[in-house]
């Protein structure tokens, strides 16, 4: 009994030191003690800690992910969307108005150009043509004749001779007038012209533009280059030790200039050589929209080796402590001392297959977590609040 009474004197004596001691820190004194205990898996926040942490709450979804191939290249073009244009006789640049980067539409012109050549071609073929016209009258004339016994047939064969080398030089003339852009049809004696319009052979953007007015142009040089990107490929380097695991038709993703945006493609060609870094190059076509690619452009490349549905989170909501990979989920809400907190669970899962975006993510120990809310964004600030507790965690 005087034992009982002792333990009871003392506890009494203990809480009264206590409350001596703080003086206006025992109510502080008393929440701590009252306070519960959290499980190690928990880290609890307020609202404004939330907040400032840039949570994000987010699910599970399921995407289509492989082994991934990372790889780098370039943006380009096909070949029939891209040209350069150069006049084949030559001659002066009489007026240009266009600058890199307009744009310009299939048979608009891009130059007209000057050249007495022009002026000798036409009236030869207009010559030609004219001479044509009477030998084919008197090659059908003597061809009657001869029918008829009238005209021998060495006569024949010259008249045929002659015509038949008449319509070669009406026919060689012709398309020398196509080359420099003039239509034998519509030319006339009344039409003869020194200038010709030098015109685009695609819809496109102009890449370069190399004349200037009064610049003398030979037949070798490039005056403009046009490129239509509206249907753009990718030309990918893979290693050589990699060249099996790429098949046409397989998906790309892709990024350019450093940035967030993930663009799409996918194989349609694939090279039949190594090149001399022992790589080979792998052609893949743009399916998406991408207004902000250009041709030229450097790509970072994830090439899909396969096509599997399973469970993925952002990247960044797998966090990595102690060797291990974690997440967050919603655990629940709650009240203490008259604020709202929110309790978030950290759970262990295996990483599979890693992309730029997405983590491919498997739950152990059995956890179902397909209808649970999962921190998506700031995950890493809530493993700092949880090796930090007292700091960020209350």
Known sequence: MNKAIVNISLVLCASAFLTVSCGNGSVKATEAIIKETLPEEIVELRADQIKLAGVEMGSVQTRSMGNILKVNGYVSVAPQNQATVSMPTGGFIKSTSLFPGNSVSKGQTLAVVENQDFVDIQRDYLEARNKLTYAEAEFKRHTDLYNEDVYSEKNLQQVTVEYRNLKADVKSLEQKLIMIGITPSQLTEDNISSTVNLVSPINGFLKSVNVNIGKYV????????????????????????????????????????????????????????????????????????????????????????????????????????????????????KEEAGQPFTEYRMIEVEKGVSGKEYTQIKVLNGIKIENSKVVVKGAYNLLSAKKNAGEMAC
Do not use: W
């Open 218 to 333: 030979s037949p070798t040089d490039v005056l403009f280059e046009i490129v239509n990107s509206s249907q753009l490929f990718l030309d990918l380097s893979v290693f050589e030790k990699d060249a099996g695991k790429v098949l046409k038709g397989q998906n790309i993703r892709f990024f350019i200039n450093n940035e967030t945006e993930e663009h799409h493609a996918v194989i349609s060609h694939i090279g039949r050589s190594v090149n001399g870094d022992k790589t080979l190059t792998v052609y893949g076509q743009v399916t998406s929209s991408c207004t902000n690619i250009l041709p030229g452009m450097y790509v970072n490349a994830l090439i899909e080796e396969s096509a599997d549905s399973v469970p993925v989170l952002p990247s960044e909501a797998v966090v990595s402590f102690d060797d291990k990979e974690y997440i967050f989920i919603f655990e629940k809400d």
